[in-house]
């Protein structure tokens, strides 16, 4: 397996123009004391300390960040990327299980509860295990990364994740040798998400929301557990309190809120592709030479601060530019007909 340091794909602090909107923010949560002891973010931002009034960071033991910046776009050009504003970030979001709409899961998962919270680790391992709620940001240390997020509708965003390698948590459970393909699932409890509830409210999926990925993807130094964005807690409607961020793939296959991951020997369910199987792929790598049965993956619409009329249209990159990093996870395969 190909494994390079996330180092790599580094874009310098200052590379990221709309910075400033974040550090603005920062600034502010600053001055109305949220923050107490301990170092959010290390390096080049100068540093601001952990939140004492979100008590899912201020009970993490690792308490320093560390910013894992984007590649440059790959035409090679000075481009550089602008961060999705917070507010956008959590306000249009996929997360069926509140709504189709995408200002429905901010609007419906505000009263989500998330205690208690259990995601369990099993399957073909040696050392299965569980993790509480509070074990989500004490277990692994958390850091900060700028990912790219390309949506199979050929929407994208930039968003300063805080997690931790999936990678992390799979070697804990000494996966075996049948060990190929990782399952992941999110929770299901139709009292609480309304999408489960109505198959109109929630597309007429079939609950649990199921994905899953090769195990050499799994364990990828760029596949993250995100547990908050922004330097915050994960919001509801984002997949709270812990979801999947994979940065080279359609955004459907970043699972959110999940209560179980499983070591398995086949090719796992999806739930996407078991709804349209001829529109979403197992793989789903982001790849703007193979188009949407409906419409061109060529391009995408970059959400940032620019307004109604913003065109923002801008070329989608293969791997969604992280191929220096992962398009060696893919050298045997045919990528048109495993899409
Ligand atoms: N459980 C679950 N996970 C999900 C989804 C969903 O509907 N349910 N939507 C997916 C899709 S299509 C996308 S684009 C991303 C969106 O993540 P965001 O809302 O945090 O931007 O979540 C993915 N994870
Ligand atoms: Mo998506």
């Not at 070329?315 to 495993?338: H, M």
Request: glycine letters at 8%; hydrophobic letters at 35%.
């Amino acid at each position: 397996m190909l494994i390079q340091s996330p180092e790599k794909s580094v874009l310098k602090e200052h590379q990221v123009t709309d910075e400033s909107v974040y550090l603005k923010r920062r600034q502010l949560i600053k001055q109305m004391g949220f923050f107490g002891a301990g170092t959010l973010l290390s390096s080049t931002i100068a540093n601001t300390t952990n939140a004492q009034g979100l008590d899912f960071f201020s009970s993490a033991p690792e308490k320093t960040f560390q910013r894992y910046p984007l590649t440059f776009t790959a035409d090679g050009t000075n481009n550089t990327e602008v961060l999705t504003p917070e507010a956008k970030v959590t306000s249009h979001n996929n997360f069926y299980e509140f709504g189709i709409g995408k200002s429905d899961p901010v609007n419906n998962a505000q009263n989500f509860n998330i205690k208690p919270w259990q995601l369990t680790i099993s399957g073909e391992c040696d050392k299965p295990y569980t993790l509480d709620l509070d074990d989500l940001t004490k277990s692994f240390a958390l850091e900060e990364r700028i990912y790219r997020l390309r949506c199979v509708e050929a929407w994208s965003m930039v968003i300063p994740w805080v997690g931790f390698e999936l990678s992390k948590l799979l070697k804990k459970a000494q996966p075996n040798s049948r060990a190929k393909y990782i399952a992941f699932e999110t929770l299901h409890d139709p009292a609480q998400m309304p999408g489960q509830a109505s198959r109109r409210m929630g597309g007429g999926i079939d609950y649990p929301y199921v994905e899953g990925l090769r195990i050499d993807e799994a364990m990828n130094p760029l596949t993250l557990m995100s547990v908050g964005l922004y330097g915050k807690t994960l919001p509801a409607q984002n997949g709270a309190p812990i979801r999947l961020v994979v940065p080279w793939k359609y955004g459907f296959k970043s699972i959110k809120s999940i209560v179980a991951i499983k070591f398995v020997e086949h090719p796992p369910a999806s739930t996407w592709n078991i709804l349209a199987p001829n529109e979403y792929g197992f793989y789903a790598n982001v790849n703007p030479e193979v188009d949407h049965p409906r419409w061109s993956q060529a391009s995408e619409r970059r959400l940032t601060s620019g307004g109604l009329f913003a065109r923002n249209r801008i070329d989608t990159l293969p791997f969604n530019g992280y191929g220096e990093q992962v398009a060696g996870l893919y050298k045997n395969l045919d990528l048109r007909k495993n899409f």
